[in-house]
C-alpha cells in the first residue's frame, strides 16, 4: 500500500494535468464524489455532521485489524469530491499514521483558490474531525 | 432616450477585470452594488481636503466637512421625498435603522399583549429585532403568509391586524425572491387600526421611485451601499412627529443638549439619534452617489433591469432543470433559482469559475426557505451596469451546469 505521501504526491500530480483552468478543477473535484461508497442512510443523523455554512458533510468511522476505516457523504457535489480525496489519502492508516498527516497537497494544488473560502473553511473541520476520530481509536488501542 | 449603458459602465472601474481568466460578470447587486468614480473620488476628496469632525468645529475644514454631511442629508430627503431633513437619520445600515425603531419605538410603546406584524418573505435584520422586542414586552410577533409565487396574501393580512398591532414591519421588495409587495395598501390597511409601519426598503430603494409622503410610511430603513454608495452606511426615516415621541437610541456626544450629573437633555432630531462621530467620509460620498442615481433616472434604471430580467427569464425558461424560486408579477430585477438535482453552492461556485458571481444560500431568509421548502437559492440579481450579453452569459453557463444532471 502506498503511503500518505505517495497518495499525495499522484494527487498533485493529477491536478497539474489540469492546470490553471478552475473550471475543468472544478468539474474534476465534482466527479471524484462519485467515488465515494454508498453512505448508510441510518448514520445520516444529527450527530454525525460536520456543519458548514451552506454545505452539510456525514463522516463515521470504524476500525478494521488496528486500521481506521472512514466513510462519509455530503448534500454537495463539490464537498463530495474533497471528502473523497481526504478519504483517498487517510483511509484504512494506523491511527498514529493519520494524526501524523502533513496533508500538504491541498496547499500544493491551490485548493484554497479553486474553493474559495467558506469551503476551505469546511475542509479544516473534516480533516479536524477524521484526526478526531483518529485519536480515539489510538487511545483505545492504547487502553 | 434609453440609458447608455457602455458609458455607464465606464465608470465603474471595477467591473473592468477578469476573475479565474474570464471577464467579470457581477450579478451579486442585491447583496452590494459597485461604486462609481465619483462615489471614489469623493471619500478621496474628503480625506485629502477636509477631514475634521463636523457640526462644533470652529474651523474652516470643520464647516466644510459640517456643509457636505448635511447636504447628504438635504439630498436623501430628496431622494425619498420626504417633507424635511431632520427626518433622515444615517445609520450603519438598514439592519441599524431597523434595530434603532425596534429598541426605541419598540421599548416605548409596545407592551404586553400588543402585536407586531412582518411578512414570510422577511430578511432576518426584519425578524429577529422583532422577536427580541416581544420576548422582552410579552408582545406577540405574526407573520403574514404568501402563495407559491412569493406573493404576500393580503386577505389574510387584514385578518391579522387587530386594535392591538402597534407595528407592522414589511419589506418593500424582497432580497431572495425580488417580489414587490403592494405596501401602499398594506400601510393604508395598518393605519385604519391605528398601527404604525416599518418599510425595510433595502432592496427597492434602488430600484424603484420611492415618494414616503404618498406612501405615508412611518418609518423606511435602506443602505447606502446597495445604492452605489458607501459601505457601512444606512438611513432611517421617520416622521418628525413618530421621531420626536421616540427616546434616543445610544447616550454620548451628539445627541445631547445639556449634560450635568444630575440630569440630560436630548438634542433635536436627528441628532438625538446620531450618538458620537458619524462615518462623515461615507455619508458625504453617498451624495455623489444619490446624484449618480438621480442623474440618470430611476424610471430609466427600472426600465432598463425591468428589460434585464423579462431577457433572462426568456433564456432560462427553456433550460432543463431549471427552477425559477419567486414568481411574482411585481418583481425588481431579482433571479433566484435552483437546478433539479444540484445544490445550490456547487452552482453558484462553477457559475464563479466562469467569471459570474452570483449568491447562493438562504440569503438571510431562513423560514421563507423553509416556506418552500428549499435549503436555499441561487440568485444573480441585476444593476443598471449590466447588460443583456452578460444575461446570455448566464444563461449559457446555467445551461451547461443544468445539463450535468438533467439529461
Wanted: glycine residues 8%; aromatic residues 8%.
Amino acid at each position: 500500500m502506498s503511503t500518505i505521501k505517495e497518495v499525495q504526491d499522484e494527487i498533485i500530480s493529477e491536478f497539474e494535468i489540469l492546470g490553471d483552468d478552475k473550471e475543468s478543477t472544478i468539474f474534476y473535484i465534482m466527479e471524484l464524489g462519485g467515488n465515494l461508497k454508498p453512505f448508510p442512510e441510518s448514520e445520516r443523523t444529527e450527530e454525525n455532521i460536520i456543519k458548514g455554512c451552506q454545505s452539510k458533510v456525514w463522516l463515521i468511522a470504524d476500525e478494521k485489524d488496528g486500521k481506521v476505516q472512514f466513510q462519509a457523504d455530503s448534500n454537495t457535489d463539490i464537498t463530495k469530491g474533497l471528502i473523497s480525496l481526504l478519504i483517498r489519502v487517510l483511509d484504512n492508516r494506523r491511527p498514529e499514521e493519520i494524526l501524523r498527516a502533513d496533508l500538504d497537497f491541498i496547499q500544493k494544488i491551490g485548493m484554497g483558490g479553486i474553493i474559495g473560502s467558506q469551503r476551505s473553511n469546511g475542509l479544516a473541520a473534516m480533516i479536524k474531525q477524521m484526526k478526531l476520530y483518529a485519536m480515539a481509536f489510538q487511545t483505545k488501542q492504547n487502553a | 432616450m434609453s440609458l447608455n449603458i457602455d458609458q455607464i459602465r465606464g465608470l465603474f472601474p471595477v467591473l473592468h477585470q477578469e476573475v479565474h481568466g474570464k471577464p467579470l460578470i457581477y450579478f451579486d447587486n442585491a447583496a452590494t452594488t459597485q461604486k462609481p468614480k465619483a462615489v471614489l473620488k469623493s471619500l478621496q476628496d474628503y480625506y485629502e481636503k477636509d477631514n475634521s469632525n463636523i457640526h462644533r468645529g470652529a474651523h474652516a475644514l470643520a464647516d466644510r466637512a459640517t456643509r457636505y454631511y448635511e447636504e447628504t442629508r438635504e439630498a436623501a430627503k430628496d431622494f425619498i421625498g420626504a417633507r424635511e431633513a431632520a427626518e433622515i437619520i444615517f445609520t450603519k445600515g438598514t439592519t441599524e435603522s431597523i434595530n434603532l425603531v425596534a429598541q426605541t419605538f419598540g421599548r416605548k410603546f409596545i407592551g404586553k399583549g400588543d402585536e407586531i406584524i412582518i411578512s414570510t418573505m422577511e430578511h432576518h435584520s426584519n425578524i429577529v429585532p422583532w422577536q427580541m422586542v416581544c420576548e422582552e414586552k410579552g408582545a406577540t410577533l405574526k407573520v403574514i403568509p404568501i402563495n407559491e409565487a412569493g406573493e404576500i396574501l393580503f386577505e389574510e393580512f387584514e385578518k391579522l391586524l387587530t386594535p392591538n398591532t402597534k407595528l407592522v414591519s414589511i419589506v418593500h421588495a424582497s432580497n431572495a425572491l425580488g417580489t414587490i409587495n403592494p405596501v401602499k395598501k398594506i400601510i393604508d390597511a395598518a393605519h385604519a387600526v391605528g398601527s404604525k409601519v416599518l418599510l425595510d426598503g433595502a432592496q427597492s430603494t434602488s430600484h424603484l421611485d420611492i415618494d414616503v409622503l404618498d406612501l405615508n410610511c412611518d418609518f423606511l430603513a435602506f443602505s447606502a451601499h446597495k445604492l452605489y454608495g458607501p459601505t457601512g452606511l444606512g438611513v432611517l426615516y421617520g416622521k418628525r412627529e413618530v421621531l420626536e415621541e421616540m427616546p434616543p437610541f445610544l447616550g454620548g456626544g451628539e445627541m445631547i443638549k445639556e449634560v450635568t450629573f444630575e440630569k440630560t437633555t436630548y438634542n433635536e432630531i436627528p441628532f438625538k439619534f446620531e450618538a458620537g462621530t458619524p462615518n462623515i467620509a461615507d455619508v458625504i460620498a453617498f451624495k455623489a452617489a444619490l446624484d449618480f442615481i438621480q442623474g440618470l433616472s430611476k424610471t430609466k434604471i427600472r426600465a432598463h433591469e425591468d428589460g434585464l430580467l423579462a431577457h433572462a427569464n426568456e433564456l432560462m425558461k427553456n433550460i432543463k432543470g431549471f427552477i425559477p424560486v419567486g414568481i411574482a408579477n411585481e418583481k425588481v430585477s431579482v433571479l433566484s433559482f435552483n437546478i433539479n438535482g444540484m445544490h445550490p453552492f456547487d452552482v453558484g461556485q462553477m457559475l464563479d469559475a466562469k467569471g459570474i458571481a452570483v449568491r447562493t444560500g438562504h440569503h438571510c431568509t431562513q423560514p421563507l426557505m423553509k416556506r418552500f421548502g428549499i435549503e436555499g437559492t441561487v440568485r444573480a440579481s441585476f444593476a443598471v451596469y449590466n447588460t443583456k450579453s452578460e444575461i446570455e452569459r448566464l444563461a449559457e453557463g446555467v445551461a451547461q451546469i443544468a445539463r450535468l444532471k438533467n439529461k
